[in-house]
Structures are given as C-alpha cells and as structure tokens.
C-alpha cells in the first residue's frame, strides 16, 4: 500500500499501525559515505537534502507523536558524499517532561520536532507546531532550543513563509490553553523578531498552515478543535466541531496590526497550503482540501484534493472550486514563486508524485515502482537551476521507499522531464520510513 493510500483511505490514526512497514522507525542513527548513485547526478547541485518525520522509540501512538528524526544526504561535485540520519536531541529527548505546566501554561522546550526543517538567516530548524523550534547543524547535530533571542516566547508552527522578495520569515504559534489562542509573528531578513500580533479566534483550533501573498498574510480558523476528552484519552487532543465553522482571516502585511478580515468558507480542513498570490482586489489562494477530518478520532478517512479559494476583498466574497480528484497530499512549488502565480505543485499521489497545472488544473504522473511492488514517495523538493525562475529548469528530489527490497532511494528527477525517468537514484544505506517535510539547503 502506498504512503497517500494509507494515510488517507483506511487506517487509524492511532494505534500499532505507524510500527509496521515503511511507517516503522528505524534503530539506528547512521553516518555512510561514497553513496552508490545509478544515473548521473547533475553536477550543478551542491548542497544538503534534509527531510524531518517521526521516528518513534517506544510504545504506540499517533503518528503525529514520534521522535523526530532527519534523513539527510549531501550533493556535491556529482556525487553523494554522505547520508545521515540523526534524532533531534530537544531537551525533552533524553528526560520527556510534560507540555503543558500543572497551572496550564507550556513548556515550549518539550518537543518532539518532528516536522519540518527550514533554513532562515543562516540557521537551520527543526520544527513541531507545539514547541519552540530547535537549532541544528547541517551535518544534522542538534544545537539547541532557538528563541531568537529571547523574545519568541510561542511555539512556531511547522509551515514558516520565506518572502522571496524582502527574505522575510513569517510564522505563528499556537496552542495555548487560555487566549490569544493563535499570535503571528515575523521576523526580518537577518533573523530579527520584530512583530508579534495575536489574532483573535474563538477557541484553541489546531491551526496547521497558512497562506502568504506579496501584501497579505492569510489565516485558516477551521473546526478541528481542542477536544479535552479526546486529551484525557491520551491521543490526539483535537477533534472536527460542526458548530464551530469555517473561515479565513486576511491582514494586510504592511499594517499587521490592523483589523483582520475574517470571510467564511465551507467547513472543511486543510493540512497544507500550496501557494497564494493575488490579482487587485482579488487573493487567490490554492490548498489540498479535506471535506471533514477527526470527527470521531484521529484517523485519516477522507481524501484530500486540490482546492482553489479566490478571495475578492472588494466584494467581501470567497469563491470556492475544486481543481482536481486526484487524491494527494505535501504540496510544494518552485519556492522562488512563493506569493507569485506559480504554474506548477508537485504533491505525492498513490504510489506516484503528481505535478498540477494550477491554471488548467491538468496534471502529469511519475510513477514509482510496478502494480506488484509499487514504489512510496515522498514529498518532492524543487531544486532550480541557475537563472531567471523556469519552473522546468531544475530538478525534484524525493525520498522514495522499494518495497521490492525494503529499502529507500534519494531519488532525482529532471523538471523539464517530469514522468521520464530519473536522472539519478542514490542508493541509502538504510530505509528511510515515511515522513513529513523537508528542504534542500544550497552551499
């Protein structure tokens, strides 16, 4: 079964599932050089591919919940020089202590960073959306908890923007048990925290990402919930709420401290936002969709698809459409395009990555594997070439689990060839188990 398959169709989302196949964390923490690669690597990259997931020591539970552990590879002259994966030592590692203090405040140290890891004025982070993010180095040795300095006293989501045209980084916290439920935060260029700004929810909602565009940050309040029984069960503490509704907050980024507009939409839940520009009056806002999540537990019944939201900030209207039925999920774009129309996402499929046009809503397949072994990608990272932005100019890499051999591939696709065969597939020394996100940090 693939990866979009099982996180999607049938399985619970709690439970000894996330032990058995490529969900099963690895022992070991490996350090291998000299990669055997089958193709030819182009020689233009030279940099590290690091992607972040849960690897799990002991027990069950939610596979939200594991250790985080980061999968990295490092390119350069044409060869793969080293793989390594490495847990992210938090403070919690080695001693867990709770998240949340007896009087209901957090302790942002606990975490597990298991999420995603981003590159931002020269510092490398590991990320949860519960706790504060975590320092690392590229050869992936765990730093420490990084607070900027003091002043980010907040979680940091996983799903941080990187403004293309200021290098600004803009984020937001949440998980407070008493209000503000959700504060947005940004920091400049060279990493300095200068705004901070709560936004006004009605309850602790699990707000996972967000959209940004060249003149407006846009907020997702959507009805999964703090459920406090399904937090006493000791499982995934939030839940769908019908009455709860649906809506999106806009701020304008020049004045972040003004009135949000809030415009509602139909009930529904988004993990991942694939872009967001604008036109005018106009936002247009794409994301993978799911029609209800966790109405009942933490599991991953419906299919998520690709869903285009336009925002008419004269009219006070939202108009909402659907792009296509395929079911996918860990949408990326060439990054030089992010709060720009980008033409192209790449999101994984079953057993396949699907590359959409976001105009046509036409999509192309790379499928891994064969109808008796099929292959389980991962989420694919663009990675350009030199020169002016061409989103086929450039190359996607993605982890990709043989099941035939149980084992897992760095695999590299030419952009200007999407459902043509790699250009390079770097064989890793070890299975790397389905994960979340991750990043290509140039040298």
């Given at each position: 079964m693939?990866?979009i398959?099982?996180?999607?169709?049938?399985?619970?989302?709690?439970?000894?599932?996330?032990?058995?196949?490529?969900?099963?964390?690895v022992?070991?923490e490996?350090?291998?050089?000299?990669?055997?690669?089958?193709?030819a690597?182009p020689?233009?990259?030279?940099?590290?591919?690091?992607?972040?997931?849960?690897?799990?020591?002991?027990?069950?539970?939610?596979?939200?919940t594991?250790?985080?552990?980061?999968?990295?590879?490092?390119?350069?002259?044409?060869?793969?020089?080293?793989?390594?994966?490495?847990?992210?030592?938090?403070?919690?590692?080695?001693?867990?202590?709770?998240?949340?203090?007896?009087?209901?405040?957090?302790?942002?140290?606990?975490?597990?960073?298991?999420?995603?890891?981003?590159?931002?004025?020269?510092?490398?982070?590991?990320l949860?959306?519960?706790?504060?993010?975590?320092?690392?180095?590229n050869?992936?040795?765990?730093?420490?908890?990084?607070?900027f300095?003091?002043?980010?006293?907040?979680?940091?989501?996983?799903?941080?923007?990187?403004?293309?045209?200021?290098?600004?980084?803009?984020?937001?916290g949440?998980g407070?048990?008493?209000?503000p439920?959700?504060?947005?935060?940004?920091?400049?260029?060279?990493?300095?925290l200068?705004v901070d700004?709560?936004?006004?929810?009605?309850?602790?909602?699990m707000?996972?990402?967000?959209?940004?565009?060249?003149?407006h940050?846009?907020?997702?309040?959507?009805?999964?919930?703090?459920?406090?029984?399904?937090?006493?069960?000791?499982?995934?503490?939030?839940?769908?709420?019908?009455?709860?509704?649906?809506?999106f907050?806009?701020?304008?980024?020049?004045?972040?401290?003004?009135?949000?507009?809030?415009?509602?939409?139909?009930?529904?839940y988004i993990?991942?936002?694939v872009?967001?520009?604008?036109?005018?009056?106009?936002?247009?806002?794409q994301?993978?969709?799911?029609?209800?999540?966790?109405?009942?537990?933490?599991?991953?019944?419906?299919?998520?698809?690709?869903?285009?939201?336009?925002?008419?900030?004269?009219?006070?209207?939202?108009?909402?459409?659907?792009?296509?039925d395929r079911?996918?999920?860990?949408?990326?774009?060439?990054d030089?395009?992010?709060t720009?129309?980008?033409?192209?996402?790449?999101?994984?499929?079953?057993?396949?990555?699907v590359?959409?046009?976001?105009?046509?809503?036409?999509a192309?397949?790379?499928?891994?594997?064969?109808?008796?072994?099929?292959?389980?990608?991962?989420e694919?990272?663009?990675?350009?070439?030199?020169?002016?932005?061409?989103?086929?100019s450039?190359?996607?890499?993605?982890?990709?689990?043989?099941?035939a051999?149980?084992?897992?591939?760095?695999?590299?696709?030419?952009?200007?060839d999407?459902?043509?065969?790699?250009?390079?597939?770097?064989?890793?020394?070890?299975?790397?188990?389905?994960?979340?996100?991750?990043?290509w940090?140039?040298?």
């Amino acid at each position: 079964m693939t990866e979009i398959e099982t996180e999607q169709r049938n399985l619970p989302g709690e439970g000894d599932f996330f032990r058995t196949g490529n969900y099963a964390p690895v022992p070991a923490e490996l350090t291998e050089f000299d990669l055997p690669v089958h193709g030819a690597i182009p020689p233009e990259l030279d940099g590290w591919y690091l992607r972040n997931g849960p690897n799990p020591r002991a027990g069950t539970g939610h596979w939200f919940t594991g250790d985080g552990m980061i999968h990295g590879v490092r390119i350069e002259g044409g060869c793969a020089a080293w793989y390594r994966n490495r847990w992210v030592r938090t403070d919690s590692f080695d001693d867990p202590f709770p998240l949340y203090n007896g009087d209901g405040t957090r302790n942002l140290h606990s975490s597990v960073a298991n999420t995603h890891v981003v590159n931002h004025a020269g510092r490398t982070l590991a990320l949860v959306e519960s706790s504060l993010p975590y320092e690392i180095t590229n050869d992936l040795e765990t730093i420490g908890a990084y607070d900027f300095d003091g002043k980010l006293v907040d979680a940091m989501t996983a799903h941080p923007k990187i403004c293309p045209s200021t290098g600004e980084l803009h984020f937001f916290g949440y998980g407070n048990l008493f209000e503000p439920y959700v504060t947005y935060h940004r920091a400049d260029a060279s990493g300095a925290l200068v705004v901070d700004r709560p936004l006004d929810v009605p309850a602790l909602t699990m707000m996972h990402d967000f959209a940004l565009t060249a003149n407006h940050v846009v907020f997702m309040d959507l009805p999964i919930v703090f459920n406090a029984e399904a937090a006493m069960s000791g499982g995934m503490p939030f839940r769908w709420d019908d009455d709860y509704g649906a809506r999106f907050g806009v701020m304008r980024r020049d004045d972040p401290f003004a009135e949000v507009r809030w415009f509602d939409i139909d009930p529904c839940y988004i993990f991942h936002v694939v872009n967001a520009h604008e036109s005018g009056d106009v936002l247009t806002v794409q994301a993978v969709r799911y029609p209800e999540l966790w109405r009942r537990g933490a599991d991953f019944g419906p299919q998520a698809v690709m869903w285009t939201y336009q925002i008419d900030l004269r009219r006070g209207t939202v108009t909402e459409s659907q792009l296509d039925d395929r079911a996918v999920e860990f949408p990326r774009i060439d990054d030089r395009l992010a709060t720009l129309p980008a033409r192209y996402s790449v999101s994984v499929g079953q057993a396949s990555l699907v590359r959409h046009d976001l105009v046509t809503g036409a999509a192309v397949e790379h499928t891994f594997g064969t109808a008796a072994s099929p292959g389980g990608p991962g989420e694919a990272v663009f990675v350009p070439s030199s020169g002016p932005a061409d989103e086929t100019s450039g190359w996607y890499l993605a982890y990709v689990y043989d099941s035939a051999r149980d084992g897992s591939d760095l695999v590299i696709l030419d952009a200007s060839d999407f459902s043509g065969p790699p250009v390079a597939r770097i064989a890793l020394p070890q299975r790397v188990p389905y994960g979340f996100h991750g990043n290509w940090i140039p040298a």
